[in-house]
């Protein structure tokens, strides 16, 4: 396990039975690899720093110049944060809550995401966590579908609400249709509908039309999604089952309300533990929030700073790993919306604003991207027929001939997890562009 994970909910236990604990707790020690591990993984702790209580924002000290990463080093410390340096041992409930949640607009994406990261991934392992409520899908960070664990579902969605909020009030086609709206009432028959029964979204809006019927049911859904904990409940997101997105709230589903009051600075170091080191925009960026700079200040007593090539001030915990530049990076293959390519306002430690350009389409898709050498370099997706699964892989750039070697192993064992009841399985290379 990484030294420098902020551990939330005591793993193993049902959801609703585990104390709170103290927040400063960083664990140091787990041992993993069989499924029976993975359940009741056993844990050390050490404690932060404690910072003393200041009145306002802490100076920054004067001394000698903060190091300057490479692009290189901060590539690696990525890496090794986002267990993609070598595959880890983490039990998945813990990969999930040091991640911070994995991101699941695509309902088998967290499955893929967990796989090129953790040693024997098995799907049921993260189907089962699901069914039995120990993780949750539902709207946070950026305004889009994540899968958390069920405790920092209840804390994150609290901070990241106003967010939430204004996506709805600003930056919504729909917020037009809802002038004049009684939100609070709006909200209170949206909750307490699908508290009766897990509803879509279609069927949400047409109960709410009964009350509201000179308001578009659309509209008046997705007001609900934005304004209310709604989490979708299994089957969607269960491997090899999947289903209609059906909604209640948290509260419903975990049997717990939301945090009334999480730490943002808590938040804020959990980022820097799966991203760091990082700037200021780096943490707006993944989170959605704002006017983070009060809350940086605030830590800066217990944060290392450095410096990127461009001169941007970074931070990050102290004891958290910085491998050296050279360190080797395996191909990795990673799925949709991955949060590796997502999370920092200046994303070319992972790749090049041309190939950004490429990855991230008009319309907002991220495709299955393709990591060597630790760098973005092309994208993939798998085609599945009746006993037959194909890996189509798009170079973005040619690659050489060890590359594409080791590319097409790490594909076969891709092809392996995603299909192993395909009698016939294939990799197929398109021409690099």
């Not at 050296?324 to 949709?336: C, I, K, M």
């Not at 189509?392 to 076969?412: D, H, M």
């Amino acid at each position: 396990m990484l030294p420098f994970m902020f551990p939330l909910l005591p793993l193993g236990l049902p959801v609703g039975t585990a104390s709170r604990g103290s927040r400063a707790a960083l664990s140091v020690a787990s041992e993993g690899g069989t499924a029976a591990q993975r359940k009741a993984p056993k844990r050390t702790r050490m404690t932060m720093p404690t910072r003393k209580a200041t009145t306002a924002p802490a100076r920054r000290k004067e001394g000698r110049p903060a190091q300057v990463l490479s692009l290189r080093a901060l590539n690696r410390a990525l890496l090794e944060r986002q267990l993609l340096l070598r595959r880890s041992k983490m039990p998945v409930l813990e990969a999930v809550e040091h991640l911070v949640g994995l991101q699941a607009q695509a309902p088998n994406a967290p499955y893929y995401g967990l796989w090129t990261r953790l040693q024997g991934f098995r799907q049921e392992e993260l189907s089962t966590l699901l069914i039995d409520k120990h993780v949750v899908r539902l709207v946070l960070m950026r305004g889009t579908l994540h899968l958390v664990t069920g405790r920092d579902a209840r804390m994150l969605r609290t901070l990241v609400q106003p967010l939430l909020e204004r996506v709805l009030k600003t930056g919504s086609s729909y917020s037009k249709k809802l002038v004049g709206m009684d939100l609070k009432a709006l909200v209170a028959a949206g909750r307490a509908h699908v508290e009766a029964e897990p509803l879509t979204y279609t069927e949400l809006g047409e109960k709410l039309a009964e009350r509201w019927p000179d308001r578009e049911p659309t509209a008046l859904a997705q007001a609900i999604r934005l304004l209310a904990p709604l989490v979708q409940v299994p089957p969607r997101g269960v491997w090899g089952v999947g289903g209609l997105a059906r909604c209640t709230t948290v509260d419903a589903w975990l049997g717990q309300p939301l945090d009334a009051a999480p730490s943002v600075d808590e938040m804020v170091l959990r980022y820097l533990a799966a991203f760091g080191p990082a700037s200021v925009m780096d943490v707006q960026a993944w989170s959605g929030l704002t006017r983070l700079s009060e809350v940086v200040e605030r830590l800066r007593p217990d944060l290392r700073t450095f410096r990127d090539e461009q001169g941007r001030e970074l931070f990050d915990l102290p004891g958290a790993p910085r491998p050296d530049a050279d360190t080797p990076a395996p191909v990795r293959f990673l799925p949709e919306f991955d949060n590796l390519l997502l999370s920092h306002a200046d994303r070319t430690r992972v790749i090049s604003d041309e190939d950004r350009k490429r990855t991230i389409t008009p319309n907002g898709q991220v495709p299955g991207s393709l990591l060597v050498d630790g760098l973005f370099r092309g994208t993939w997706r798998l085609q599945q027929g009746k006993g037959t699964a194909t890996l189509l892989i798009e170079p973005f750039k040619r690659l050489s001939a060890p590359e594409r070697e080791e590319v097409t192993a790490e594909g076969e064992r891709l092809l392996t997890f995603a299909a192993a009841d395909a009698s016939k399985r294939d990799i197929q290379f398109s021409r690099a562009k």
